[in-house]
């Protein structure tokens, strides 16, 4: 394929429109493939982005769509958006293709036609998936990408662009030629004004973005987005998943003037979603392309090396330096938080989530905590893509609403903070809990943290039934003594045995601890069958000692071996490795004496 | 389930008076009528002057196909007769825009002559035909009736309808099929050109049989072959018949749809002829149409003349059973109209049966431009409930109408219910139903039996004086912390038709029982319904029974022998049903069984609320290194494979569920005369053997709770075979489990014989003779050393004397104390701190 006849990043539609034209032969007046035929799926088009975006790697030409760009990007061009789909609004209906005269015309991925098709009576529905996307919750600044594009590109293709439109006899130019600087998305957005400061300041202090409404762009770096699914199966995009959706942004300045009719009739059967989500507060995304994120893509550069060995036991080796510097020398709590940050939910049987090991460091008082829980915080912000905290105070858990909530008046699931994407860390801070009584949310809230970390589920509230979902957060508690709202998997006493605050590491070596991270964590594991003869023997032997060790007692120490196996960078169980497990529960028995 | 239809009758409506006024008046001759009526009249001449006063047709206001649809139903687009979609109908319809039938379909069908579906080759008229023949032959299969000349289903229940004066006839799709697949298949794919004909029909019988009945009557049908769920609906499902089930999330208010206006000139008064609505749209009359007057702008609407009919959006959500992993619940709307207003209510489960419809939107009201988006929804033709939780709930009279409940509940398809029988005909279904539950804890196969027969329950019996014995089985487990205790409960509450969790820690009374509240908007008392409640038919879950606060526990007596729930508050005197089974747990008061002790010393629960579990489990953790191992392996395999451990032969939960739920509603067995025999024998027996040959102590070994215990289990155990009669062998196997637990939790341990007065007071009648004993020794000691009025002695003291002189029996201080202070309580003796001083 020469070079293509058309710009993917500055007119994507065009490039859609050509292979729609190519592929039903419209130029004839018989068009040799009836469009019906398509049935919605792919004509062809997706490949020409896949091949542009990967094989000529114009993925890094795409500005990625956040508050920043937004004040640039033209609509109707190609972006990409990084966010956790929040809310799944149901399938859509649209006019797929339809004839325009002689011609057939192809809607898909816009929002409204272009041309007129009013009298046409040849007109093919397909539908496309509505996703409500956020950006991730807690999400770490370090996972931004930090080469911003310079605004001046847009102009320029934008004359490109409007050269093809000329040619085509486009009707669409809806930006003004005035307009140059800014887009009229973010003069809209202008006009009907971000909500005050002082509203995102009180969002930060409780981290709870759900006492606010959500149907706002909340702060600054809060950018939701509505996007447009095509051809892909259902089970491919979850609830909680974060994705990177590359598609057609699309702004539509009559769209945004409707609502004026506020009778009931219309309003339950325009898209509920419609109206709570105006479109020049929530951008139009119509996906082309999407992928499924994992940790490492967030890594800038994604340095693709292979965990050799030495090198896993080297980036272990300082890692576990700084933790315990920030621990304040406490070199067992942080063996256990080193091992707590590589746990994950691998595996579920039943209700028992395989893998997690939630960890709970006691002995901590209110002025402790703020010394060593803003550490680690600052620490865990460096080292994790998401970060999340909770003071858990009686008025927080009285009042926060934990659970996802479906609101039917707007049909929308109101966020909760305990909707959070697979892998990301939960610090909850239980000092500051006094005694009082609980009010029926605060019970609920209480179940929901239990639940939460005793199965790694969370009961999103229906109304009418609760849903299940499962959920994958390594939870950090501290407190004064054991925390029975909160019951970890580990209880380790926190002993720091200094105060001095650590120096910031090197911007190299948190690179390579978050790649340490990402990577070691999505190690495969197994045993051998020897050694796991050994482990056998040595649960049995410990159960007839003890009698009051269970079953979560093996489970957590046969998690902590896997896990420092894995941080070792090795993928099956050794003896050295189980032994080191044993030991260091031995260690933290002795503390809990 | 129409039948629970709308409070608002269309025909009390607000527009009624006149209409009876006006209708024989303005009706014969209108144009607007004629049109209205239109395809009526043309494919049915004859009838056309038995024809009723008309009734708004229920696709008359829907009637205009939305556009989108075109392209997919442009191939059978009705005929002119049937107007349905306005051949003009360039602007496609938008949100409120419903339009009648265009006037110029009402005048081509005067002249056409009307033979096919437009675009297909069916012939309105065999359509006709067919739906003729089925409503006059088809004759219900079940009904066992050699009449063949006697009166087919369908056309008895037009008779039914026209005595009743009922506005609609229920047909069911099964039916249509057994009598005609092509019609079935007709009306699936061609759902509004069928069904109004299929309503001219039925009008044109309904005029033959009585000219002068005077309402519409319209076909509803329900219960088709399939039914599709909402994830699937897809742009291929327009203008087809659909059936779904949801749960009603939303309800719009009644909203009053404008069929017929009439406008009235304010200058001279003159009435115009009633406009109807077209697309939508009504078009008032720019100028008086009385030639004399011809005012200019002077028509004003007159409200009480014109017509409206009710209409109401719903929204359906989907259940959560159809919800994938990973997704929220899908929603659709649905339209109701006239009858079917407010047959649903926000909560309840109901199958659905519609035509799903698309139609495009408008960008804003006042603009022709399009959206390429559709709105989809669904044209409700028929709606049923199929949870009948509210129902049952509002009946506290039914207790033992099994048959009639059966239809109402969740329908069970004949295959599942097949594949259950067959299931409960497998001789080891018992055991296999055992080891499918909560399959990964092990052993405790007699505790999970004990759930098994809870599960099931037993039948409830409510004798004509009144009395009323409970049906369902109270079970306790008491072991040491670790023993799996709690995921027992956790999989019994996910497992049970209908289950709360609760901890006996957070629990209070009133979040068991009910409570009064006040509602903050309109202050009225209202009563909430506490877990027990809640959890009326099935199972309520008690974690930490011991913790509860006795308070909360004593609610329970009430609930656990009378199955209500009396609440006298605030002005509400009420008694709520409260007929489930309680599951507890509890954990002996150290946080380790001490063997030595009874049952009620290691718990501290009365003996009043222990004797109403009918079985009471102790759970302990034995020192045995072959479990350990098996836990060890388990929780390896746990970790380092990843595929599950492959269960042999174990019921998966989704039909252990089904198959719990499918005895409990349609099996209820009934106790053999045999096994009525072996009851009594047996309970004798148990009886007998707390007289032991030639001792003096009556040791209660049986009370008659026991017997009903085991009534009850004997009933479950048959019902886990899908068995109508209790045999031998589950009385067999009821006494066993009662044995086991009995012999667990009631064995007195100086004795080792089962005492049930354990359970009953606490004290075993061991216990109760070493005290008397005790008591003596302690009189005659005291009697021997003190004098009266002489100095005191201390406990101690006591204590050394009566070792010297009882020494074969031990005796512990604290045995001395409590029998110095009964001493006391007679007045024999004052007791001062140790010292004890006769009197």
Redesign the interface.
Known sequence: MGGPPYDCLANPLGAVRLAFEKAIGSELETPSTHPSAFNGKDWGALELFRHFLFQESGLSQVPILNPKTLRWVQPNSLVRYRGMIQDMLGNEFYAGAYKDGNLWRTNKFMDVSQYPMGSSPDMCIWERRLLYCVPVPGQNSWTEPSSEMEPNWSSQTREKRRRMDDEDNDPMDLVPDDEIKSSPITKKMREDGLPSPSQSRDTKTTSSSSITSTFQSVDKDNLPCLVKIYDSPESELKLNDVFEFIGVLTFDSELAVEKDDNDELSNSFYDDALVHLPPNKVPRLHCLIHRKLAVQDFLPGSPIIQPKPHLVKETREALFRHLTAVLGNDEVAAHFVLLHLLSKVHARVDDVAVGKLSLNLTGLNKESVSVFGTRLSDTFKNLLPFTNCMPLTLEYLNIASLAPKKDYQANRLVPGVLQLPEGSHLMVDETRLESGSLNSTGIENTKLLKNLIEFQKVEYDFQYYKVEMATDVQLLIFSEGKSNIVPADVIVPFQPSCLESTEMPVAEALEGWRWYLATVRSLPHSIGSEIQKVVEDDLVAARQMDRSLGSRDFSRWLTMARLISSSFGETSLSKEHWEMAKEMERLRRERLK | MASGSSPSNFNNGPSSPDDSFSSPIANTSSPAHRRRRGRRQASTPSSAAGTPPPNPSRFANSASTP??????R?GRRPGPAKSTSPAVA???SS??DFSMPSSEGGEDMEEATPTFVWGTNISVQDVKNAIQMFIKHFRDPQELSNDIYGEGKYTRLIHRVLEVEGEWIDVDAHDVFNYDSDLYNKMMRYPLEVLAIFDIVLMDIVSVINPLFDKHVQVRIHNLKSSTSM?N???SD?EKMVSLKG?V??C??I?PEIREAVFRCIVCGYHSEPVVVDRGRISEPTSCLKQECLAKNSMALVHNRCRFAD?Q?V?L?E??DE?????????V?LLMHDKLVDAGK??DRVEVTGIYR?M??R???T???????????IDCLHIKKTDKSRMTAEDPMEVDKGSQRVDDDVQFDEDKVEELKELSKQPDIYERLTRSLAP?IWELDDVKKGLLCQLFGGNALKLLSGASFRGDINILLVGD??T?KS?LL?YIHKLAPRGIYTSGR?SSAVGLTAYVAKDPETGETVLESGALVLSDRGICCIDEFDKMSDNARSMLHEVMEQQTVSIAKAGIIASLNARTSVLACANPSGSRYNPRLSVIDNIHLPPTLLSRFDLIYLIL?K?D?QT??R??????S???E?T??AEHDVIDLATLTAYVSYARKNIHPKLSDEAAEELTRGYVEMRKRGNFPGSSKKVITATPRQIESLIRLSEALARIRFSETVEMRDVTEAFRLLEVAMQQSATDHSTGTIDMDLITTGVSASERMRRESVLSATRNVIMDKLQLGGPSMRLLELLDEMKKQNSGSEIHLHDLRTAVATLASEGFVVLHGDSVKRM
């Open positions: 556009t989108p649809a075109r392209s997919t442009r360039a602007t496609p949100t409120d994830r609906l897809n742009p327009i749960m999330i939303r719009s208010s909203i209409k959006i929204r959500q259940t959560p919800i994938p992993e990973g997704g929220t619940p899908h929603t709307s926000p909560g698309a495009s939107v960008v804003g009201p603009q022709r431009t399009v959206k390429s988006l559709f709105k989809t929804y990964n912390p670790g799996s995921q956790q957070g953790d020192a290194e350990d191992r836990l060890a392996k388990h929780i390896v746990l970790h380092f990843d599950e451990i």
